[in-house]
């Protein structure tokens, strides 16, 4: 079978890979390294280590198989083979990184073919130390929800001050790496995941703007639980104060624009929530 493999590894790690006896490069496509985190229909994600001791680095592995419905309805729609996943993140990574963003440390990649038909990717990430934001909100106390929201909204300013809008920076995607005794200017958030998003700098606008700022909002109601009005203020108050664009809006029209674009995709994934609820009904 005429099958091609691409494998990149960083400069920095090729070392450390060609010289591990417990991770084979090969086995990155389909194997089973380490611990599984997660099990998608189309996506694995491990968490594996190479060395001993304080000589030990851990990484995080995303494999990603597509299924044949899949690369066809790719193919119909635009006219080319699938374009994986692990392969935009990898490209978004190092946009983030170019932009001078905080961001996971892109370590290896990988793409299978078989007569130039990609049928299996890889991507393996340094993992970030630190915490994760949804746990820290979750736990923390006001003062300490306090800096977490203010830090939160000037890392989403900054991300849109450099045109990266459309590729929200979901509360699910960030690790703090700094403790929260110090002053709000050294809490730091790290980038940990990015799978979606233009590979392009975007203009600002109240629309792009507001849509993406509803969508953090909309994920922070999912994962940490419904933004008080004081959240909500924290946020896009830190948001204003540190957007650096020519045309900043003002408090009032970002909020106005953000609330009905809110209401709108919560209407959406209500609905949404909704019809699998009844679907599932129906299936029992």
Not at 139 to 165: P, W
Not at 245 to 272: C, G, H, N, Q, W
Request: charged letters at 25%; aromatic letters at 12%; hydrophobic letters at 40%.
């Amino acid at each position: 079978m005429n099958t091609k493999d691409q494998i990149w590894i960083a400069d920095k790690y090729r070392s450390i890979f060609e010289a591990s006896s417990s991770i084979n490069l090969n086995d990155l496509f389909s194997g089973s390294p380490g611990k599984v985190v997660r099990i998608e229909d189309e996506k694995r994600i491990y968490y594996f280590s190479i060395g001993q001791s304080n000589s030990k680095l851990c990484f995080y592995l995303k494999q990603e198989k597509p299924k044949l419905i899949t690369h066809l309805k790719h193919i119909l729609k635009n006219r080319k083979f699938y374009y994986f996943r692990t392969r935009h993140e990898l490209e978004l990574l190092r946009m983030y990184k170019a932009q001078g963003v905080p961001v996971v440390e892109p370590v290896a990649w990988g793409e299978q073919s078989i007569f130039g038909i990609p049928i299996r990717g890889f991507l393996v990430q340094l993992e970030v130390q630190g915490k994760e934001f949804t746990d820290l909100v979750k736990k923390a106390t006001t003062y300490e929800r306090t800096k977490l929201i203010r830090a939160y909204g000037k890392f989403v300013a900054d991300l849109h001050s450099k045109g990266l809008i459309s590729s929200v920076a979901r509360v699910t995607d960030l690790i703090c790496t700094s403790p929260l005794d110090g002053p709000q200017q050294s809490v730091t958030l790290v980038v940990i995941d990015r799978e979606s998003g233009l590979l392009q700098v975007e203009p600002y606008t109240i629309e792009t703007v507001s849509a993406a700022l509803a969508s953090t909002l909309i994920r922070f109601f999912i994962y940490i639980g419904p933004p008080s009005n004081r959240d909500v203020k924290l946020f896009l108050s830190a948001y204003l104060r540190n957007l650096s664009v020519i045309d900043r809006p003002s408090f009032r029209s970002i909020y106005l624009a953000t609330s009905a674009m809110f209401e709108k995709m919560s209407a959406k994934y209500r609905a949404r929530m909704n019809t699998d609820h009844y679907n599932a009904s129906e299936a029992e």
